[in-house]
T-cell receptor, first 115, second 113 residues
Framework: DQQVKQNSPSLSVQEGRISILNCDYT??????FLWYKKYPAEGPTFLIS?????DKNEDGRFTVFLNKSAKHLSLHIVPSQPGDSAVYFC??????????????FGQGTTLQVKP | NAGVMQNPRHLVRRRGQEARLRCSPM?????VYWYRQLPEEGLKFMVY????????ESGMPKERFSAEFPKEGPSILRIQQVVRGDSAAYFC???????????FGDGTRLSIL
């Protein structure tokens, strides 16, 4: 049962353009969402997060949008740079009463930014 | 670099041996999480620990796997009697509080011969 899905295995964009990475989830109890970037042979690096009480969070070139009714979130990178080429993971957490930091990850989307 | 430190980076074991993976959290972080990534898949949660306590082990296989986070020293993920299916990248993460974002180490790549 895949509660967090990233349906696009890969994405290719031109340097300077916008990259949009998408993520869908099925569990309406998720209250916190995160995006991580991962280079080969390294661990995931935290990028940006959003609470379920918000619909947008921005940090520099990175913006995350949350549409709770559609159970969908997206990560926008503007402008895209070749160094952004990596695998991007969407993750979700159901905090609530369980008091666990357990993250549920999507399968990842490989972003390639072409010079 | 005061990030999450995992060792060894690579570990090779024969079937039936034991594997011990170590994780030192970031300074000031008392919450530790272990995840496993199989090839071509996302990370799967295994266990969440605070100092000396296992808080959530819902992702741990029922047999052969155990984890600890002692009062002194690193967190240890222990796999007994390893099998080929245990081959994966094992990532440790830490956070200063359970509601804060988790920061990951570079992982241990376990290969079973």
């Amino acid at each position: 049962d895949q509660q967090v899905k990233q349906n696009s295995p890969s994405l290719s964009v031109q340097e300077g353009r916008i990259s949009i990475l998408n993520c869908d989830y099925t569990n309406s109890m998720f209250d916190y969402f995160l995006w991580y970037k991962k280079y080969p042979a390294e661990g995931p690096t935290f990028l940006i997060s959003i609470s379920s009480i918000k619909d947008k969070n921005e940090d520099g070139r990175f913006t995350v949008f949350l549409n709770k009714s559609a159970k969908h979130l997206s990560l926008h990178i503007v402008p895209s740079q070749p160094g952004d080429s990596a695998v991007y993971f969407c993750a979700a957490r159901q905090f609530g009463s369980s008091n666990t930091g357990k993250l549920i990850f999507g399968q990842g989307t490989t972003l390639q930014v072409k010079p | 670099n005061a990030g999450v430190m995992q060792n060894p980076r690579h570990l090779v074991r024969r079937r039936g041996q034991e594997a011990r993976l170590r994780c030192s959290p970031m300074k000031g972080h008392s919450h530790v999480y272990w995840y496993r990534q199989l090839p071509e898949e996302g990370l799967k949660f295994m266990v969440y620990l605070q100092k000396e306590n296992i808080i959530d082990e819902s992702g741990m296989p029922k047999e052969r796997f155990s984890a600890e986070f002692p009062k002194e020293g690193p967190s240890i993920l222990r796999i007994q009697q390893v099998v080929r299916g245990d081959s994966a990248a094992y990532f440790c993460a830490s956070s200063p509080a359970v509601a804060e974002p988790q920061h990951f180490g570079d992982g241990t790549r376990l290969s079973i011969l």
